[in-house]
C-alpha cells in the first residue's frame, strides 16, 4: 500500500521535473525569458483588436472587446498549446521509452500541465489588461473586476482533462502516423475558426450556428470563462433548446476525451514501445 | 515476495514475443491508404522470441549472448518491464535499473546537475533518494565544476561519465547492462569495472548483454539466445566456448535451432 502511494508521489516528482523542463526550454535563451508568456498573449490581443475591433466590438454582450478576445485566446490556448506540443512528444522521447521504464502517459501530461503554467502567465496578462480597462481613462472604466473571476477554478480543471484526453490520442496516433501533423495543423486552424475568439456567436446571426455551437467544446470552455469575466456564472445544466455554456456539458466533453484517448493510448502501448 | 522463492529475483517464463511488421515501414497515413488500395499491405509477423525461460537467483551475474538480432536486447527490454511479452510473464523481485542506454533523457539545455535529478526520476527515484546519492555522484563522475554547466557543453565520454554514475550509485536490486561497459578513457573504464565489482560484492545481481570475453570477469553463468530460444544456459566458459565454436563455424548449423525471422528477413535483403 505504501509502495502505491510512493510510487504515485514518484510520478508527480517526475512529472513536476518535466513540466520544468519545458517551460524552461520553451523560453530558453530569449532575452526576457518567460515575460515573453505574459507579453505574447498581450501582443496578440492588441493586433487583433486593432484589427477586428470595428466589425465585431459591438457585439460581445457587455464585454469589453480586447478582454473578449484575450479570454478566449488564452483558454483556447490551453488547448491549442498542449495538444500541438503533445503531437509529437512520444517520438521525441523514443530513448527514454525505449530504454527506460517510464511511464507513457507522463509525457502528454507534462505538456498538458506546461500549457496550464503558460496560462497562468496569459492570466496575468489578463488581469493587466482588465486593471488597465478598468481605469477611468479615455472614457472608461470599460470593465468592472466580478468577484466570479475567482471560479475560473471551476473551468480550469475541464479544460486540462479535455486537452489531456486529445493529446493522449494524438501522441499515440503519431507514432505511427507522422503526416497526422499536417492534417492537424489544418484541425486546428478550422477550430480556431468555428471557435468565437474574435467573433461572437450571435454577430453572425445564424439559429443553426448557434445551434451547432453547442456541440463545440471549446464553445463552452470560452464562453464559460468570459460569463464569469461579465460577473455571470454559466448554468450548470443544459437543456437540448439552451444555447449557453453549461458546466455539466464541460465536464461531460472532457470526461469522453479523456476516456477515448486514454484507451486509445492503453490499447496501443505496447506497440509504441516496439514501433518507435 | 514472502511465497518461498525468496533467492529467485527475476523468473522469466515461456516468453514469447511477436511484432508485427509491414514488410515496407508504413508510418504515414498516406502511405496506409495508398497502399491498402492498391493491396500491397503485407504484414509479417516474426516471432522475436519463441518460450524463453530461466530464471536469475540473488547475488548473481548472468551473461546474455548471442548474435545480432537474436532477440538478446528485447528480452532485456523484457526482463525490465519496458515491453510486455505476447505471452509468457517475466517477473521481478526487487529493484531494477535498466542501464540500455546511459543518459535516457539528458536534456541538453540543463545543467549536469538538473540532468541528475531528472535522469534519475526517469530511472524512478525519488527526490529525497537523489539527495542522498548527490555526492556520490558528482565525485564518481569526476566532472567537478563541469556540473554546473549546461550538458549539451558535454564531450560524449563526459555524457556516459555522467550516465553511468547516475545509474549506479542509486540503490538498486538488479542491473540490466546492455554493452555499455566501454565508458570514457582507461583510467574512468577501470573505474567503471571496480563499481561493478564493488555492486557486485554488495550482493546486487545482473543482467549482462555482452559479445565480449569482458563479462567473464562478474558473470559464472551464460545465457547463449539462438534464434529466440535458449539455446544453452551453464556455466560461462563452456557457453563461450560453443558460442565461438559456432560463430566461427558460419553456415553448417549443427543443432536444428529453427532460424528466427530476423535472420531470413535480413537473409532476404
Known sequence: MTKKRNNLGQRMYLLQLLVRRNIKNQYYRSFIGVLWTVLNPLLNMIVMAFVFSAIFGRHTDGLDYPIYILSGNIIFGIMRGSTSSSLGCLVGQRDMLQKTKVPIEIFPAANVFSALVTFGFSFIALLLVAGFRALPIFGGPYFVFPWQIVLVLLILPAVTIFSLGISYFLSALFVFFRDIKHIYSVVLTLWTYLTPLFYSVEALGSATVTKAMMFNPMFHYVEGFRELLRGDIPNLMFSFSSTEPSILLMYIFAAASLIIGWAFLEACKNKIAAYL | ?269
Open chain 2, 1 to 269: 515476495m514472502e511465497n518461498g522463492r525468496r533467492d529467485v529475483v527475476l523468473e522469466v517464463r515461456d516468453v514469447t514475443m511477436k511484432f508485427n511488421k509491414y514488410e515496407v515501414g508504413v508510418n504515414s497515413l498516406k502511405e496506409l491508404v495508398v497502399r491498402a488500395f492498391k493491396k500491397n499491405l503485407k504484414k509479417k509477423k516474426f516471432e522475436c522470441l519463441k518460450g524463453v525461460s530461466f530464471d536469475v537467483h540473488r547475488g548473481e551475474a548472468v551473461a546474455l549472448i548471442g548474435k545480432n538480432g537474436a532477440g538478446k536486447s528485447t528480452l532485456l527490454k523484457i526482463v525490465s518491464g519496458i515491453l510486455k511479452p505476447t505471452t509468457g510473464y517475466a517477473r521481478r523481485y526487487g529493484r531494477i535499473t535498466p542501464l540500455l542506454k546511459l543518459g535516457a533523457g539528458f536534456d541538453g539545455n540543463a545543467t549536469g546537475l538538473e540532468n541528475i535529478y531528472l535522469n534519475a526520476a526517469i530511472l524512478g527515484y525519488t527526490k529525497k533518494e537523489t539527495d542522498e546519492k548527490l555526492n556520490d555522484i558528482i565525485e564518481f563522475s569526476e566532472l567537478g565544476d563541469f556540473i554546473y554547466s549546461p550538458i549539451k557543453t558535454y564531450s560524449s565520454g563526459m555524457l556516459a561519465r555522467l550516465g553511468f554514475s547516475i545509474a549506479v550509485s542509486m540503490e538498486s536490486e538488479i542491473l540490466l547492462i546492455d554493452e555499455i561497459l566501454a565508458v570514457g578513457d582507461i583510467a574512468f573504464n577501470k573505474k567503471c569495472h571496480a563499481k561493478l565489482a564493488e555492486l557486485q560484492q554488495k550482493g546486487l545481481t545482473f543482467l549482462i548483454v555482452s559479445h565480449g570475453e569482458a563479462v567473464k570477469r562478474y558473470c559464472k553463468r551464460a545465457i547463449w539466445i539462438d534464434g529466440g530460444l535458449v539455446r544453452e544456459d551453464g556455466d560461462i566458459t563452456t557457453v563461450f566456448k560453443h558460442y565461438t565454436d559456432a560463430m566461427m563455424a558460419k553456415k553448417p548449423q549443427p543443432a536444428p535451432a529453427p532460424k528466427a525471422g530476423v535472420e531470413q528477413l535480413i537473409a532476404k535483403k
